[in-house]
Nanobody, 127 residues
Framework: QAQLVESGGGVVPPGGSLTLACTPSTPTFIIYANDVMGWFRQAPGKGREFVAAVTWRNNKKYYGEAVKGRFAISRVAAENAVYLRMDGLKPEDTAVYYC?????????????????WGQGTQVTVSS
């Protein structure tokens, strides 16, 4: 069973917006102070791409070049939840979006360092 659950995906036209949510699948899942929570995406036939990450302790945020200025990551510590607000969506943003947890603070964009991946949520940008 996946430790994290993503939700909020769907079909939107170019220029549209979506907000994805990432929440624990069980109440026993704990996000620790030194963890980094990240969003990645994978389009058909492509590798997993870093989208955004947020450090749990001090709320520092990082973004992939392709989404800077359009996407915003946020966290709600009381809910153990992470959100990804996506504005100005483009067809090339079409992918399955995943969230995961990384215990290594300094490798926030390295997918191989993340664990507890969710099942993903599909985002399709099409007119």
């Amino acid at each position: 069973q996946a430790q994290l659950v993503e939700s909020g995906g769907g079909v939107v036209p170019p220029g549209g917006s979506l907000t994805l949510a990432c929440t624990p699948s069980t109440p026993t899942f704990i996000i620790y102070a030194n963890d980094v929570m990240g969003w990645f995406r994978q389009a058909p036939g492509k590798g997993r791409e870093f989208v955004a990450a947020v450090t749990w302790r001090n709320n520092k945020k990082y973004y992939g070049e392709a989404v800077k200025g359009r996407f915003a990551i946020s966290r709600v510590a009381a809910e153990n939840a992470v959100y990804l607000r996506m504005d100005g969506l483009k067809p090339e943003d079409t992918a399955v979006y995943y969230c995961a947890r990384n215990s290594d603070y300094y490798t926030w964009n390295d997918a191989s360092k993340y664990k507890d991946w969710g099942q993903g949520t599909q985002v399709t940008v099409s007119s």
